[in-house]
């Protein structure tokens, strides 16, 4: 049954993935992303794995059974006196401080897990919304190229109209052709960054290679953007995930010093011969914890070090989040300077710097120089305004991910998260534990 229902996930899973999703929504592209992802379904699965390995933590041993015969004759004849005939049964007792750290590590771990899945869900949908943004530039400054592509063919239709006229060299026309061609350059460059771009977006989302995208629009609303302050408290999935596993040390410090508790057992036998009484033996059995320094004192002083080191990298990572998130903060308000004084300021003067210099370039008042110049200015400015743009809204996309629990940022930065232990490898100690049960 388990494994039929297995096979049906898999199925609709499979099916969601062929699925485009609503492309001209950042938002439904990022919910794309995580329905789509095997490393959360694979995540899921250890959390699920997890769950069952705690509820299997620090249960007591199974009852053993036994049965045989004890003194038969050599030639396997029965001696009537001393031949027994006898059946058993024993019980291996835990103490309960022991079992409850297994329960308490187990727990832990689970809650490691869960804290892991949330950043990876994070980050998941913050990366798939930045190759969005990304996908949303290129196609933006294409179209400000393609706008400054038909002011060229005036320039080029203008230098060509003064040089049959005498008043411009042949060398001009030449220019102005040559801007244009740089301009379809830019274009060629644009279109292999967008394919690049979308077959990441794909791979992101589950769907096949080549799979098309269609153009994406870049809201220019940048008076209305704003980006969340960011500041990480212990809940923080990733600060939660670390001191999760701060406490699953701090259990296993604990199941270190129980074992100086020792286990103990009962065994109760029923015995018989056929010409004497019946016989009942009842035997307890308990660990001697004698090589303490060699076994259990080195085990705790382990889990103490584990569990110190776990809490010191709490610190290390509330410090890398708070720091991603002052650069992405102070990415996001440059970026937002930047586009209003592009808006402002600069794109209006490019428009009319171009727009005078042409005019005054058709009636000779200015030379070819000053208007490609002008061109190029207001190609440049164009489209490092919609860079701009991008830069503010996937930095923004960071902050949002790292308040949702992610570790690492886009912007600014090429740090990634700590390195950590993985949670559902098991450590020296918990190896240990594994022998002793």
């Known amino acids: ?168 060299i042949q060398a001009d026309v030449i220019r102005a ?86 286990e103990w057992s009962i065994e109760s036998a029923w015995a018989f011969r056929s010409e004497m009484d019946d016989m009942v033996t009842l035997t307890g059995r308990v660990e001697l914890p004698l090589r303490r320094s060699a076994r259990i004192d080195p085990a705790i002083r382990e889990a103490i070090a584990e569990r110190n080191a776990a809490l010191e990298e709490v610190e290390q990572r509330r410090r890398s989040l708070e720091e991603m998130g002052a650069i992405a903060l102070a990415v996001f308000d440059e970026a937002i300077e930047q586009i209003r004084f592009h808006d402002e300021v600069l794109m209006p003067q490019a428009r009319f710097a171009f727009d005078s210099t042409l005019a005054a370039y058709e009636t000779g008042a200015a030379g070819f120089d000053a208007l490609l110049g002008a061109q190029i200015m207001l190609v440049r400015l164009g489209t490092d305004t919609f860079e701009f743009l991008e830069r503010a809204l996937t930095a923004r996309a960071d902050l949002t991910a790292l308040a949702a629990g992610a570790r690492t940022i886009r912007v600014g930065s090429s740090r990634s998260a700590p390195a950590t232990s993985s949670p559902s490898a098991p450590t020296g100690m918990e190896s240990m534990q594994e022998s002793r049960r």
């Open 1 to 168: 049954m388990k494994t039929t229902r297995f096979i049906l996930m898999a199925i609709i899973a499979t099916a969601g993935l062929a699925q485009s999703p609503e492309w001209r929504s950042a938002d439904a592209v990022a919910r794309a992303a995580i329905a789509a992802s095997p490393a959360v379904r694979a995540l899921d699965a250890r959390i699920e794995a997890a769950r069952e390995a705690a509820r299997s933590a620090g249960a007591l041993p199974n009852p053993m059974a036994m049965g045989g015969v004890q003194n038969l004759n050599a030639d396997l004849s029965n001696d009537p006196i001393m031949t027994m005939y006898m059946v058993g049964a024993s019980q291996t007792f835990i103490p309960r401080e022991r079992r409850e750290s297994l329960r308490d590590a187990a727990g832990a771990r689970v809650a490691a897990l869960e804290a892991e899945r949330a950043s990876l869900r994070a980050e998941l949908e913050r990366d798939a919304r930045a190759v969005w943004i990304e996908l949303a530039s290129i196609d933006a400054q294409t179209g400000v190229i393609e706008n400054v592509l038909g002011l060229g063919e005036a320039t080029v239709a203008s230098t060509r109209a003064r040089y049959e006229a005498g008043g411009a």
């Open 177 to 262: 052709q040559l801007a244009q061609s740089e301009l379809h350059h830019r274009l060629l460059a644009l279109g292999g960054a967008r394919r690049a771009t979308a077959a990441s977006l794909a791979a992101i989302l589950g769907l096949a290679p080549g799979t098309s995208v269609p153009n994406l629009a870049l809201e220019h609303a940048y008076g209305g953007l704003s980006a969340p302050r960011f500041a990480p408290d212990d809940d923080h999935p990733a600060l939660a995930a670390v001191l999760a596993r701060a406490a699953a040390r701090e259990a296993e410090i604990a199941l270190a010093r129980s074992a100086t508790r020792p």
